[in-house]
């Protein structure tokens, strides 16, 4: 099957998606305008893009895994008015263990499983895109970038003190957090997405601590006046570091926010 008839078919279901949102029984007024809305970008960002010309196996494992979705999981459950059925195509597909984590969800709000469920396919869908149209690529600059934040933040933050007991223990703080994020972020995690956003603020105050530190207190001639000179290097390594977090940060930041529909 070549790569047009399969983007083809990934635009059919797109269709296919929004007839049976608007026909659903469980969902919403109010629930199928959001899902609309995501849909037209969705879609809009499916008719744009410019797909790899050979797929490998890797990415007809991914376009399997879309229509697979589709068909075996969310479209039976859009069309039923059954929570008992839904339960049965998650019993099938997920296994019974995973079901029963949503069997009392379905009991008390079947229209709000049935929105997270068909919500969630929409944000596979644009994760699956970065695959399909080769923009995978870009995200190697996301990752050299993780790691760039990483080290100015480890060694800037306790700049942002001046070496502050209070500062280090901070920035121990954040080790868990940051490889546990680096990693999940390589996994195409949003969660390791969201565990990395929440230490850009921190970066960026940090970063501006040091900032502000270099600028209007004598920080610097204080340094230079050690008489150890490897003491001197690092201290001003760690104050460097401090005041390039605050720009790492900002461009971190962006490049966060420009990639965030790659993660699901």
């Known amino acids: 099957m ?5 983007k083809g078919k990934l635009l059919d279901i797109l269709e296919e998606y929004r007839k049976k949102v608007e026909a659903s029984p469980l969902l919403t007024d109010k629930q199928k305008e959001k899902l609309l809305k995501k849909w037209e970008e969705v879609k809009k960002k499916y008719e744009e893009a410019q797909f790899v010309k050979k797929f490998d ?36 597909v997920m296994g019974e263990k995973a079901a029963k984590n949503v069997e009392k969800m379905l009991k008390k709000n079947p229209s709000n ?14 994760g699956a895109l970065y695959d399909f149209s080769d923009k ?18 480890f060694l800037g933050l306790p700049a942002s003190g001046l070496f ?35 230490m850009i603020p921190m970066g960026l105050f940090a970063g501006a601590m040091t900032l502000r530190s270099v600028l209007y ?7 230079l006046s050690y008489h150890n ?19 790492v940060s900002i461009y971190y930041a962006y490049l966060m ?8």
């Open 2 to 6: 070549s790569v047009d008839i399969k």
């Open 136 to 153: 995978k690529r870009e995200l190697d600059k996301l990752y050299t970038w993780t790691t760039l934040f990483g080290i100015t933040f």
């Open 57 to 92: 196996e890797r990415l007809n494992e991914v376009y399997k895994g879309v229509v697979n979705y589709w068909e075996n999981k969310l479209s039976p459950i859009l069309e039923t008015d059954s929570p008992d059925e839904i339960l049965n195509i998650l019993t099938e």
């Open 113 to 126: 499983v049935v929105y997270k469920i068909a919500m969630s396919f929409l944000t596979y869908l644009e």
């Open 164 to 198: 502050d007991k209070i500062t280090f223990i901070t920035a121990m703080v954040f080790v868990l957090p940051y490889f546990a994020g680096r990693g999940a972020l390589r996994r195409r995690s949003k969660s390791g997405w969201f565990l990395l956003a929440l």
């Open 257 to 264: 926010w420009r990639y965030r529909d790659a993660f699901v």
């Open 217 to 223: 207190t004598p920080v610097i001639q204080e340094v």
């Open 229 to 247: 000179a490897i003491s001197k290097v690092l201290v001003l390594s760690m104050i460097f570091a401090g005041v390039l977090l605050f720009f």
